[in-house]
T-cell receptor, first 113, second 114 residues
Framework: AQTVTQSQPEMSVQEAETVTLSCTYD???????LFWYKQPPSRQMILVIR??????QNATENRFSVNFQKAAKSFSLKISDSQLGDTAMYFC??????????FGKGTRLSVIA | EPEVTQTPSHQVTQMGQEVILRCVPI?????FYWYRQILGQKVEFLVS????????KSEIFDDQFSVERPDGSNFTLKIRSTKLEDSAMYFC????????????FGDGTRLSIL
């Protein structure tokens, strides 16, 4: 079974600074997707970014980017120019073909003014 | 942008009572999911549904749980006899097809069992 590990339960960052959230996963599959979801205090689950395992190029979405290291099974999220609205729980998630999402335990990020 | 809609946002129920959580997936989506998040813990998969039948379910999804798509728009999760440990946030999600499609989540229903 696939597992997703987020080793940082909590992190904090100053507004306008950059922060990196870590995620590792375990799988024997070669084709899969990885996702970062954001869960603000309102408890919604919002897709932040996704990465296809067959693509070597790291995904980017505005201030959010990933560092995908397939051999190391690592998928970190970098948030640049952090904003107060980035304060949330961030979940890393794994999906192989035709299966549900498998989530990590999450990292609680606090952006400090 | 189309959204997944869940009702109610908060449900309070006495232990042993039946509860139905409702979801309206995005209209052209074909695959539907329920996930659960106990307070402070990670999101866990419950069940997936396609073509009017369950396609996969987790160990959590025991005989107390059932899902149904009673009409062309709603997707429901029923818990027959609620227990204290069923208290959690329940998320509905949908995707247009399986494969590598991101699942779109609703805002969740907070279920509190007293």
């Amino acid at each position: 079974a696939q597992t997703v590990t987020q080793s940082q339960p909590e992190m904090s960052v100053q507004e306008a600074e950059t922060v990196t959230l870590s995620c590792t996963y375990d799988t024997s599959e070669s084709n899969y997707y990885l996702f970062w979801y954001k869960q603000p205090p309102s408890r919604q689950m919002i897709l932040v970014i996704r990465q296809e395992a067959y693509k070597q190029q790291n995904a980017t979405e505005n201030r959010f980017s990933v560092n995908f290291q397939k051999a190391a099974k690592s998928f970190s999220l970098k948030i640049s120019d952090s904003q107060l609205g980035d304060t949330a729980m961030y979940f890393c998630a794994f999906m192989k073909l035709n299966t549900p999402l498998v989530f990590g335990k999450g990292t609680r990020l606090s952006v400090i003014a | 942008e189309p959204e997944v809609t869940q009702t109610p946002s908060h449900q309070v129920t006495q232990m042993g009572q039946e509860v139905i959580l409702r979801c309206v997936p995005i209209s052209n989506h074909l695959y539907f999911y329920w996930y659960r998040q106990i307070l402070g813990q990670k999101v866990e998969f419950l069940v997936s549904f396609y073509n009017n039948e369950i396609s996969e379910k987790s160990e959590i999804f025991d005989d107390q749980f059932s899902v149904e798509r009673p009409d062309g728009s709603n997707f429901t999760l029923k818990i027959r006899s609620t227990k204290l440990e069923d208290s959690a946030m329940y998320f509905c999600a949908s995707s247009p097809r399986q494969g590598y499609q991101p699942q779109h989540f609703g805002d969740g229903t907070r279920l509190s069992i007293l």
